[in-house]
């Protein structure tokens, strides 16, 4: 079945870009792409709540429903914040952000960039030492603040998956360089054996 890239994109749009996972899925985007083939409710994204609901149900002509709380529940916008004192540097929040909002260096203090933080919780967990909490913000973001927030979010998300697939293709690179080095070596070595 061919997919609808602009209803999808469409989708999307509306989506909250947290790129949480609490929807089931591994972002936004495969969110949308579910929704537009049928395989998820438009009533799994509990940072969207009900707001994003109504949206998707008129985007895709259907009747709006409360969100499933088997996905879990809609909060007002969240930000991480790490305990400075208590963070040891161990790097493990700086690869669960989804959008890199996080600063820092192996064994060095981390912190959140605030305003680029999605509240998606992911580095909560990984964090050996629970020195992440989670704080509502004090003014919860206008409608156009939202809107530029989703676009910034998703943005730095994509730059992201970008940077991972060049260092994955880039490892793989200097993998297969070193395999051959290495054979390369055992092939001259056998070779100047044989000659002796």
Known sequence: MLLNIAAIDKINAILPQTQCGQCGYKGCNPYAEAIALGQ????????????GILELAKLLGLNSKPLNPEFGTHKPKHVAVIVEEDCIGCVKCI???????????????????????????????????????????????????KTAQKLTAKRRFEARNRRKESETLLKAEKAKQQKEALLNRQSNDRASRSSV
Request: net charge negative; charged share 15%.
């Open 40 to 51: 998820a409710d438009i009533n799994q994204c509990p940072p969207g709540g009900d707001e």
């Open 95 to 145: 690869a669960a952000c989804p959008v890199d909002a996080i600063l820092g260096a192996a064994k060095l203090m981390h912190t959140v960039i605030a305003a680029e933080c999605t509240g998606c919780e992911l580095c909560v967990a990984p964090c050996p030492v629970d020195c992440i909490v989670m704080k509502p913000l004090a003014i919860q973001p206008s409608p156009e603040q």
